[in-house]
DNA sequence: AAGCTAATCAACCGCCTGACG
DNA sequence: ACGTCAGGCGGTTGATTAGCT
């Protein structure tokens, strides 16, 4: 799922990061932070632009980040931040211990959305569901930039996941009428010398000792 | 089994902002 | 005040995988 990996005519490598590629970046951060990404990369040995290394240490490599699915709680949060903050996903992301901006921008687009959309057809074809589902007053409970209930979002998706089994399509969602009976009635740096990195000398002699080492 | 489509997510691109000379 | 540069951000792309026909 990964750009495979080419030189441009520059000689900057693009595409897939190599593990060899991210052990000397990891390593080469480590050690000597990273007060500027345009420079770090020759520094480092590596054939990549310091926006590609940026990134790369940002989304992959730094330490603490968190990888694998999204709990409940968290998803309820991207929606809520979202909700308040729109697209500013550096934002919410800094709300989400251990996440970073494009991991919750893609975890936005690929799941929450759908699952709102969803849920806001749903809500629009069960007059009920919105007069039960939500535990909030109308007139103080939080709405989304289109005006969408946000407690009714998060509950609707609550329900969705639970009967996930028996909802496969929008559509056959859109068709059932029985469903609203079922739902719940109660539901709810590192230290660095910067002059360091301009001193001429840094180019061989530190590179060179970093990877003796 | 093969072909097609949708889903996923890593990586890239372009723009904006702030710092600095 | 202006230009330049670097970092950061949000939108988009594209390769791979999974699931369906």
Redesign the pocket.
Known sequence: ????PFT?KNGI?????SEGEDNKLRAFVERFG???????PKYAGLM?????C???W???LRPGLK?GNYSHEEEQLIIKLHNE??????????KLPGR????V???W???LK?RLRLTNTYSSTSEQFTHESSQFDSQSCEHDEDGYNLSNMINGMDWIEENNNHIKTMEQLSSINTVEQSLPSNSQTETFDFNFWSEPLFDDFWTQSFFLQ
């Open positions: 799922m990964v750009r495979t441009d490598k693009r595409g897939a990061w990273h007060p500027n990404w345009r420079q770090l990549r632009c310091g926006k590609s940026r990134l790369r940002m989304n992959h990888k903050l729109g697209n500013r996903w550096s934002a919410i992301a800094a970073s901006d494009n991991n921008k893609n975890h687009h690929a799941h759908k």
